[in-house]
Nanobody, 120 residues
Framework: QVQLVESGGGLVQAGDSLRLSCAASGRTFSSYAMAWFRQAPGKEREFVASIRWSTSYASSVKGRFTISKDDTKNTVYLQMNSLKPEDTAVYYC????????????????WGQGTQVTVSS
């Protein structure tokens, strides 16, 4: 069983930076695939980034967002730079034993989410 707790969300202005954290329980964290998704009001949850042995990004965030892991702290991060109003959403952390793709249904574990609001 893996439990995920996100933090670091908030209200920022366009162009600002923000770093999200996702703290995971479980002794096998280092072997899990981790991902960030986001869901804006009235829209479906969408893939943002994932990491296991390599990283993957949605085209809308590539070059602005960076996903990373610290296995010693059982934590995955999402560094978000040059934020835009369209990045406003609830950001969710997800984990799976192997999967690193964009399909939400493939991830076994989810956090509760953290709100990110970017004002123009």
């Amino acid at each position: 069983q893996v439990q995920l707790v996100e933090s670091g969300g908030g209200l920022v202005q366009a162009g600002d930076s923000l770093r999200l954290s996702c703290a995971a329980s479980g002794r096998t964290f280092s072997s899990y695939a981790m991902a960030w998704f986001r869901q804006a009001p009235g829209k479906e949850r969408e893939f943002v980034a994932s990491i296991r042995w390599s990283t993957s990004y949605a085209s809308s965030v590539k070059g602005r967002f960076t996903i990373s892991k610290d296995d010693t702290k059982n934590t995955v991060y999402l560094q978000m730079n040059s934020l835009k109003p369209e990045d406003t959403a609830v950001y969710y952390c997800a984990a799976d034993r192997y999967y690193t793709g964009i399909n939400t249904k493939e991830y076994d574990y989810w956090g509760q989410g953290t709100q990110v609001t970017v004002s123009s």
